[in-house]
């Protein structure tokens, strides 16, 4: 059964940086075609921020984190990163890990979409002004 854990929310004071990491375990890595970060404000539609092929390291990003946010993966240890630099009190939100697996139709990333067939239980950041 796969799972993907988050790490590395918490509280910062505005301008500051956080990394979260996301653990994948129970899939073999190299048979997930993509993994990405979303984030969810209560009330409001996640948002897609970032995303990362598995294989090729291909990254794409939101307007909101280009800049700032920079995702990153170490493959030998199963690991995606998101590297949050001058965070604002607007990043305050539930931050959720992503994957979607290899399928027999080819390498599709739902991403910006919210269809990815795995989904972490979330870590909370909040920022303060």
């Known amino acids: 059964r796969v799972q993907l854990v988050e790490s590395g929310g918490g509280s910062v004071q505005a301008g500051g940086s956080l990394r979260l990491s996301c653990t994948v375990s129970?899939?073999?890595?190299?048979?997930?075609?993509?993994l990405g970060w979303f984030r969810q404000i209560p009330g409001r539609e996640p948002e897609g921020l970032s995303a990362?092929?598995?294989?090729?390291?291909?990254?794409y990003y939101a307007g909101s984190a280009k800049g700032r946010f920079t995702i990153s993966q170490d493959n030998a240890k199963n690991v995606v990163y998101l590297q949050m630099n001058d965070l604002r009190p607007e990043d305050t939100a539930m931050y959720y890990c992503?994957?979607?697996?290899?399928?027999?139709?080819?390498?599709?990333?739902?991403?910006?979409?919210?269809?990815?067939?795995?989904w972490g239980q979330g870590t909370q950041v909040t920022v303060s002004s």
């Open positions: 129970g899939y073999s890595y190299s048979n997930l075609n993509c």
């Open positions: 990362i092929y598995a294989t090729g390291g291909l990254t």
């Open positions: 992503v994957a979607e697996p290899l399928k027999a139709a080819g390498g599709y990333c739902p991403y910006p979409k919210t269809d990815f067939d795995f």
